[in-house]
């Protein structure tokens, strides 16, 4: 890319002589081509944490912290989708392509739906080494965990809504049909993927599970970049979602 005009640098004519290789600044491509990648990324930070404020204002009438956690994850996936409505308005020429294209019937969303179980394998597998080795801190893991699935349990179909399908297509619009792409036009496409999964990684604020989260973010990746739509990726992790919170037991739920 120019660094001076940002756009797409091709080799000039034969005709015209030798083609000069391009000058770049340190930071020239990203600033230029996807600095607003870091400023949504704190948007989905301050709903968070305006979140977590609220929450915590109300939490002595709520009582537990327990429910206090179950509480402050449905706020936190309203607000994110309020912030995902101006991304997805004010970034619409970078969104709407990868709504253009279902990519439901291609092999690699067939072959995405077969690799699921393989990356629900793995969180279970990382939640089991990691509960073993952090035995006193797993009872306060397993109990906010079991809060959470009980209140799911017992709420249906707010928790399928708010917890599985929100926060699929929140992220998924943000962190692949933004970020990723944003990203993409400034770094190398295996460059890209990584950044991009390490900010989806981050924005679920935990040390403890990162390294899932990232895992996943690269499996999303993969499955936008081919199927050049967010169908596939929105279905995937609405479904990781879902397996997570109602199917595996409660000390390895990720949420």
């Known amino acids: ?30 600033r230029q081509r996807s600095g607003e990648v870091y400023v949504v990324f704190s948007l989905y930070l301050c709903a968070m944490f305006v979140a977590f404020i609220l929450m915590a204002l109300g939490l002595r009438s709520l009582g537990k912290v327990s429910e206090f956690l179950y509480g402050y994850l449905i706020l936190n996936e309203i607000l994110a989708g309020a912030v995902t409505v101006w991304v997805a308005y004010r970034y619409r020429f970078i969104i709407l392509p990868f709504f253009n294209v279902a990519g439901l019937m291609t092999p690699t969303f067939l072959f995405g739906l077969l690799l699921l179980p393989v990356m629900i394998g793995f969180n279970w597998i990382y939640n089991e080494a990691l509960g073993s080795l952090m035995m006193d801190l797993s009872s306060v893991f397993t109990a906010g965990a079991d809060h959470i699935r009980t209140q799911s349990i017992e709420h249906v179909v707010p928790t399928v809504l ?49 390294p899932v989260w990232f895992v996943f973010g690269l499996y999303l990746c993969w499955m936008t970049h081919r199927t050049k ?21 409660a000390h390895h739920a990720v949420r």
């Open 1 to 30: 890319f120019c660094p001076n005009c940002a756009q797409e640098w091709r080799p000039q004519s034969p005709a015209l002589g030798p083609t000069p290789e391009p000058v770049f600044a340190a930071d020239t491509r990203i």
């Open 229 to 249: 739509s967010v169908f596939p990726a929105i279905i995937i992790h609405c479904l990781y979602n879902y397996f997570m919170i109602f199917l595996i037991p």
């Open 162 to 210: 708010l917890m599985c399908l929100l926060p699929a297509i929140t992220e998924e619009i943000a962190c692949r049909a933004f970020m990723f792409t944003s990203l993409r036009k400034a770094l190398s496409l295996k460059d890209a993927a990584v950044w991009s999964s390490v900010l989806f990684a981050a924005l679920h604020l935990s040390v403890y599970q990162f």
